[in-house]
């Protein structure tokens, strides 16, 4: 897109593209426009239609506000004036745009002879303080500016007629005017955290059905993840079928209520490896939680797996304090002495 404005024949084409002025068949997009607070771009809506002679036209120009840089412009001639419907610039800006054919048939020389006398009234420094102040005496201001540079190149007497709209950013990207801000570091991150789990689950799932596959198990199935003790843990590349290991279960629906029931009840997550299947680089450990029910833990490295006989080592064990042994070997003692003591009184 050029810094400043359209060469004529591109608005040409972009008017003839449009709709015919009677044509009623309302603009898209029907899609709710974001309402921003404070708009980033601002467009000028005008006509000058002829009040003595055979020439009229108008113009609509989008531009940034904070940098006065144009995004959008159609400049439209007409010779010679046809006296018809005068689009109105108090309708929004693609609804002017598209009523502009109707002043005429493009004049392409004219069109460039004024367009470029509109380039020098309509400078960067004067569309950024159009900007921050778009009062109607300053847009009329701007008005009797190139009305008058206007009318001494056309040696025509011209009315006018000018608005002010503000644009908002989504709006002229879904016209494909502008493009889409690149996302901030922080939607970055947002998407990316989306996508990976995303994949993730689909991962599960993928996991989850070779399990089944590779398992040969007709009950239910889910997945679980290892206990680990990176210290004193079994290596996994080490467990056999019979060993128990800590595992975790994760997920929703039958995942979550044995979960719950485990929590509820106090049980440790220890279960019996009762078989180990090796497939695609990965390893498959599948621990009986119930006759109807197997976990599948996948391991893709060498991991140290919490195995039972470690979690049970790891419990404090009961143990005797040495003024419990002095009681308990005080109370042995008196019951010797009280058993000789009842031997010798009915024996001897």
Known sequence: MPEEFFNVTDVKEYAENQSKPNDKTPLPPAEPVKKYDEPEFLAIKSTFTPSRGDMGGGFCVIFEGKTGRTVFQ?????????????????????TFVKRLPSLGPLDKDWSEKLQTQLKEILTLDEKKKLYENYTKAKIRQIESMYRRSFEATAQCVFTAS?????????????AKIIKPLPPSPEQLAKMKAEQ???????QEEKDREEAKKEGNFEGTLIMCNPVL????????????????????????????????????????????VCEIRETQGKKLLYVKISDEIRGCVTITKDLKILTKEQAV???????????GDLFFF???????????????????
């Open 74 to 94: 159609i400049f439209w001639v007409g010779k010679p004036y046809a006296a018809g419907q005068i689009p109105e610039v108090t309708k929004d800006w693609r």
């Open 162 to 174: 000018t608005e002010a709209e503000p644009v908002g950013r989504n709006e002229l990207e879904r």
């Open 196 to 202: 990976e789990e995303k994949e993730k689950a689909a």
């Open 229 to 272: 003790d990176p210290v004193r843990g079994k290596p996994s590349s080490e467990i056999m079928p019979g060993d128990i290991i800590g595992v975790k279960i994760e997920g929703e629906g039958t995942s979550a209520l044995i979960s719950k029931y485990l929590e509820e009840n106090e049980i440790e997550p220890l279960f019996p």
């Open 313 to 323: 080592r790891e419990q404090p064990k009961p143990g005797l304090s040495f003024m």
């Open 330 to 348: 005080g109370l042995l003692a008196a019951a010797l002495v009280v058993l000789l003591f009842v031997i010798r009184y009915f024996f001897l």
